[in-house]
């Protein structure tokens, strides 16, 4: 999957991920993937949910090891 | 305007005293649908934090200015960030230190009666999950049955009391939350007993805890006796307190009673349930007080926080208890049960000592409701 930008959120804990995937997200332009690496477990729920209220699409998700990997393209 | 640290312990006395509170849920509306803290006076506006990130002047006129409002999230950190928020626009307001996971955690003692010759029963109230522990001290003694995983709180209330912990028991394997009996028996020397039936699998020494099986509290006064009651798992075991406390386990509750599936034999056990409910129990004292160990509305909840009815009672008003035809039992608690608990298989496998996860996966597992009951 390629990607337009990487976010690392690793280590962060609720609500930085999307609190810094949201300002990310708001730096691109429609159509371009931001990847993100987050830990906490919480974003499991919480990414799709905020992508899906912001209009957003998580067009792949990956998990290696304890790492969590959302791929979003931009509404 | 100011921003406040609540503990679960405020709030848990908020639920006992039947205080009101606004609660501002800032999670996904998954989580706050599945599990949220209960009260009988509590109000509720769930808005994820993640739809607040541009400002909360949408939801401020929303906030009441009558009664404290309170943020909650998972771990604390997206309540803080609100509660921060919301205290700019000029409102006071608290946030839940620890969030639904301390929640979760939190046991609230209360005492339950004086029992014969200066003994006294204590119920623990874990108000986020449901669980019931007891603890029955007489004569600088104590025995403890259906210890939630919070040992310390159970061994640390023994010191105050002055007493020497002594027997541990488990009612039945526990699939909805982790079992502390083992560690706290290991810690302090007690005996821990576990129902042999539900112990198959188990990879740790434990006593038979048999059907008929006594054991004093104290050196004369208190007796604690044992009474094989299947359904709930093959192995369930209720009590018999003082010969007025009638300890359920997880066979039956205030207002509803135990489900048979867990351990994945609902077709199996329904036929012990029966036996157990509508006929083992119907043999006993009415005026015997049932304490089970879990509820799951806050509505089971007495006046002073205790969950405690009159088995005669329950005859009258338990709906399970009510069901005359078998053919109807068996459809009731076979065929429309709730969602099965979280992670139940995975907690299973922790209470027979075949995993052994650190406090945050325990935790994790331990997440939402205890979902035992069918109703």
């Not at chain 2, 509660?83 to 005492?111: C, H, Q």
Request: hydrophobic share 40%; aromatic share 8%; charged share 25%.
């Amino acid at each position: 999957m390629n990607s337009t930008k990487v976010l690392d959120v690793k280590g962060m804990s609720c609500p930085m991920p999307i609190v810094r995937t949201k300002k990310e997200m708001d730096t691109l332009n429609t159509g371009e993937i931001l990847e993100v690496h987050v830990t906490d477990k919480g974003a499991l729920a919480d990414m799709p949910a905020w992508a899906n209220a912001a209009g957003h699409t998580i067009v792949d998700q990956e998990e290696d090891a304890e790492v969590l990997k959302f791929f979003i393209k931009k509404a | 305007m100011t921003v406040i640290k609540m503990t679960a312990a405020e709030v848990a006395r908020k639920v006992i005293e039947n205080q009101s509170l606004f609660i501002l849920d800032v999670r996904n509306k998954d989580a706050f649908e599945d599990w949220k803290i209960e009260g009988h006076s509590f109000d509720y506006l769930n808005i994820p934090y993640f739809d607040l990130l541009d400002g909360v002047d949408e939801i401020i006129p929303q906030l009441p200015t009558d009664k404290d409002v309170l943020v909650v999230c998972a771990k604390e950190g997206s309540s803080l960030m609100v509660a921060e928020m919301v205290s700019e626009a000029g409102r006071d307001v608290f946030y839940l230190e620890g969030g639904m996971k301390s929640w979760s955690s939190y046991l609230e003692p209360i005492k339950v009666s004086d029992l014969t010759g200066g003994g006294e029963l204590y119920q623990f109230v874990r108000l986020g999950k449901g669980c019931l522990s007891y603890m029955v001290i007489s004569e600088g003694e104590a025995a403890i049955i259906d210890a939630v995983r919070f040992t310390e709180v159970f061994t640390n209330f023994a010191k105050e009391k002055n007493v020497e912990i002594k027997h541990v028991f488990d009612t039945h394997l526990h699939a909805d939350h982790i079992s502390g009996g083992r560690h706290i028996a290991e810690a302090t020397g007690a005996t821990y007993y576990l129902p042999p039936k539900d112990a198959e699998e188990v990879v740790f020494d434990y006593t038979p805890l048999e059907d008929g099986l006594t054991v004093k509290v104290g050196a004369s006064q208190i007796e604690i006796g044992a009474l094989y009651s299947p359904g709930h798992t093959i192995g369930s075991t209720s009590f018999i307190v003082d010969s007025k406390y009638l300890l359920t386990g997880d066979i039956l509750f205030i207002d509803s009673i135990g489900r048979p599936d867990l351990a994945g034999l609902a077709e199996d056990w329904v036929g012990d349930l029966r036996e157990t409910l509508y006929r083992r129990y119907r043999e006993l004292a009415e005026d015997l007080i049932v304490l089970p160990a879990h509820f799951m509305i806050i509505e089971e909840l007495n006046e002073d926080g205790t969950v405690a009815k009159r088995l005669g009672d329950l005859f009258a008003e338990n709906h399970g208890l009510n069901i005359e035809s078998e053919e109807d039992f068996r459809h009731t608690v076979t065929d429309n049960l709730p969602p099965q608990p979280n992670a139940y298989e995975q907690i299973r496998q922790v209470n027979m000592g075949k995993i052994t996860p650190d406090t945050d996966e325990q935790t994790e597992m331990e997440i939402g409701p205890n979902r035992c009951a069918v109703r």
